[in-house]
């Protein structure tokens, strides 16, 4: 089974890199329960002037690879840059008119 | 839930018959169905009328967590529910009158998503999270959270009830809000645990319904509406739409809010449950738009109206509650029922 592990870097998507690496055993133990789904590859969903949702398994660390808090299993990414809580999403997209499409 | 008191001859009336036996009730249930039948028809504004919202809210309790004295055989007593039709039918019907949908978008996930963004992200009238988080006093925060205790307390629930009317990305979708809104397995971290725990850390009581009393009819609407759209199959789609514009309309509020309890001195046991609706919600917003809703209306096209009705009534009966606390407010007075004091 394949966990994506996604690193993001404290000031928020422009550290974002997405890589795929091999885990058979390697989750740390804190955050297992989240890590420890069905099996379903992580997707990726770039919403519409918005966040990043990424679901199913994946790891989510800081720079020097440790874990970053987290509390739910998905979780939405800030790409607009105006996240107060990067590098989750506060909804700020809204506020600042955020638009991803052209 | 502990009995309320009563607000006029038909919330008596429905507290006294489910006090009873069914048996022993029915010259009363007969009196209580002609009382509401013209009351409905009588009334200046049902979502104002304080009777005949605490009567339905009694009703509709009966299918959460009882009323204390009340036998369980009411819950789906025919006669009872007669009466209750009465009532939500005219709320219903108010509702209907208040909401103006726009142009109906593309019967599509993205489309329905977009269109519900754009419908809350509107200005909708006085803002109270900005008030709180710059004017408000501490009575007004204790007043803030005895309105919102009379949802907040059993927060999720009455969207739960359309989870076996879905079905697939729809279901998959709602599952994945209300997992979270329950607290993952965890019953400390479940919203209305949180809410309750702002509420100790003001000194309030967190018990459901111990603020019932206070809380006006327009909010008591408020209520009734998330429990009419729950509660009937043939609004599942309304339901949806309705669980939609409360994601969609709760990160930005709720930072604001806890900044109004940080600005009175309250730390993390008043804030968390703020603090931790700003991140879940802009997860939750984006489930709830796209999937949730939208792919609601992508696998049964005739619920769109419903999902797009459902979310602009949320968003006009919350208004009004707004518009309620903030007028009071504005000129000096207590948002909550004349004769209750706020007891800390």
């Not at chain 2, 909401?99 to 996930?109: C, D, F, M, Q, Y």
Request: proline share 5%.
């Amino acid at each position: 089974m394949g966990v994506g592990t996604l690193v993001a870097a404290s000031l928020g998507i422009d550290g974002l890199v997405s890589d795929e690496s091999p885990s058979d055993g390697a989750d740390p133990a804190p955050m297992r329960s989240l890590n420890s789904g069905e099996g379903a590859p992580a997707s990726v969903v770039a919403c519409p002037n918005g966040p990043l949702l990424i679901r199913g398994d994946f790891e989510l660390v800081g720079p020097d690879g440790e874990e970053l808090p987290r509390t739910r299993r998905t979780v939405a990414l800030c790409r607009c840059g105006a996240s107060v809580l990067k590098p989750y999403c506060d909804g700020s997209h809204k506020l600042i008119g955020f638009r991803s499409e052209p | 839930m502990k009995q309320p008191s009563p607000r006029g001859d038909i919330s008596a009336l429905v507290l006294a018959v489910i006090s009873g036996t069914a048996e022993s009730q029915q010259e009363p249930l007969a009196r209580l169905d002609r009382l509401v039948e013209s009351a409905v028809a009588a009334t200046a504004d049902i979502l104002h009328d304080d009777d005949l919202q605490l009567a339905l809210f009694c009703q509709y309790e009966l299918h959460y967590s009882g009323i204390d004295e009340a036998g369980d055989d009411w819950e789906w007593n025919p006669d009872l529910l007669r009466v209750r039709h009465r009532i939500e039918a005219a709320l219903e019907a108010r509702v209907r009158d208040e909401v103006v949908l726009g142009s109906l978008p593309e019967a599509t996930s993205e489309a329905v998503c977009q269109e519900l963004f754009r419908m809350t992200g509107e200005d909708s009238g006085p803002s109270m999270s900005r008030f709180v988080a710059k004017s408000a006093t501490e009575e007004q925060l204790r007043e803030f959270l005895v309105h919102k205790s009379i949802y907040q307390l059993k927060e999720a629930d009455p969207h739960t009830w359309v989870i076996p009317r879905l079905a697939g990305r729809s279901k998959a979708a709602m599952v994945e809000i209300q997992a979270d809104e329950y607290g993952n397995g965890l019953p400390a971290r479940m919203h209305s645990a949180l809410f309750a725990r702002t509420m100790r850390s003001l000194g309030m009581d967190d018990t459901y319904g111990a603020y019932l009393d206070a809380a006006p009819a327009i909010t008591l609407a408020v209520n009734n509406l998330m429990s009419l759209f729950g509660l009937n199959r043939r609004l599942r789609g309304a339901v949806v739409g309705h669980l939609a514009a409360y994601e969609m309309t709760s990160s930005q509020p709720n930072r604001l809010y806890s900044r109004g309890f940080k600005r009175h001195g309250y730390g993390e046991d008043a804030t968390e449950y703020f603090d931790e609706h700003v991140e879940a919600d802009a997860v939750h917003e984006q489930i709830a738009g796209r999937d949730m809703a939208g792919g609601l209306v992508e696998s049964d096209p005739r619920l769109l109206q419903d999902v797009l009705f459902g979310a602009a009534a949320g968003l006009a009966v919350d208004t009004l509650m707004t518009v309620h606390i903030m007028e009071a407010w504005e000129s000096g007075r207590s948002s909550l029922r004349p004769s209750e004091s706020m007891a800390s």
